[in-house]
């Protein structure tokens, strides 16, 4: 029985084998960026809010958790309520999608689309979310009985927007992120921030800045300068939050889970590792976790890690 003779390769038969090589290829390329881009576990990084009761989470990127968080911090430091926060939060939902762009309609810039022309300050003051934050709160406090407002005429009453309905449509989503940043909501917000810029950012020094500027000088008193952190290894700074000064046990404990939820927000560009507080750890390399239960987590401290 004589042997067939191969099969001569087709051109269909050749570039079928180029498309399996080079599909191969893409593959090796998408699971070596998925490993170096993600080193705290699974997925892409970002950062998830659960709901109260049931209900989707809200997934948003680090970037824009760490804006939301300023947004909150500078309505901390100036005593606002919640809901002062939740109008913000929406209408930089609506106006720039929580990113912190140097473009927009004509001469707009920033979180909140804040024009120069308009005398809202100049295009880089207002690219400075605490500064354009808080000239959004300047504006909102004016208004008479803003709380009790619907959102969506609060905040055009300051935005004077060509939209004016585009607001509503973001409230449900702002109340759930504004419920975790003013800590209502203990270990509502977690951060998978994946891969840090090799740039020289994060460590203690620059986090203490970071706390003091977005939530005011008396968020570290003198004695918290360095911070012990007895429960975290490390470069760390500790921030206390219960104290007679501050109120009552939970008033303090909103205190603390608002630190912490700010923490964990920009723990991608502050190099932060770990933050933990109230009988729960959040970890970096660990952070597809979430928020685990850690013994001797303090109550009286929020205590963050740095890498260095």
Avoid at 236 to 265: C, F, L
């Amino acid at each position: 029985m004589s042997e067939r003779a191969p099969t001569p390769r087709t051109p269909r038969r050749r570039r079928a084998l180029r498309l399996a090589a080079a599909c191969t290829v893409l593959l090796g390329l998408a699971g070596y960026l998925f490993v170096r881009h993600d080193p705290g576990g699974t997925g892409q990084a970002r950062c998830t809010v659960t709901p109260e009761g049931s209900g989707d989470p809200y997934v948003i990127e680090p970037q824009q958790a760490a804006n939301a968080s300023t947004i909150q911090a500078v309505a901390s430091a100036r005593g606002l309520p919640e809901r002062a926060v939740t109008i913000a939060l929406a209408t930089a939902m609506q106006e720039s999608a929580l990113r912190n762009i140097d473009y927009g309609d004509r001469d707009s810039v920033g979180l909140f689309q804040q024009r120069p022309s308009q005398g809202w300050g100049t295009a880089e003051q207002i690219m400075d979310p605490v500064y354009s934050a808080g000239k959004f709160y300047d504006h909102l406090v004016e208004i008479p009985g803003y709380s009790r407002l619907p959102l969506t005429v609060a905040a055009q009453r300051v935005q004077r927007s060509g939209f004016p309905d585009a607001y509503a449509k973001h409230e449900s989503r702002a109340a759930m992120l504004a419920a975790a940043l003013t800590g209502r909501r203990a270990a509502a917000l977690n951060c998978v921030p994946g891969q840090r810029a090799a740039d020289g950012t994060g460590g203690p020094g620059q986090v203490r800045q970071r706390l003091v500027r977005e939530f005011g000088a008396d968020v570290l008193p003198d004695a918290a300068g360095t911070g012990g952190g007895r429960s975290a290894p490390g470069p760390v700074v500790s921030v206390p939050v219960r104290s007679p000064a501050r109120g009552t046990a939970e008033e303090a404990g909103r205190r603390g889970w608002e630190v912490a939820h700010w923490a964990v927000a920009h723990s991608l560009e502050l190099g932060i590792e770990r933050v933990s507080y109230g009988g729960r750890v959040w970890e970096a390399g660990r952070a597809v976790e979430g928020w685990r239960p850690a013994e001797g987590a303090s109550r009286d401290e929020v205590v963050i890690s740095t890498v260095r």
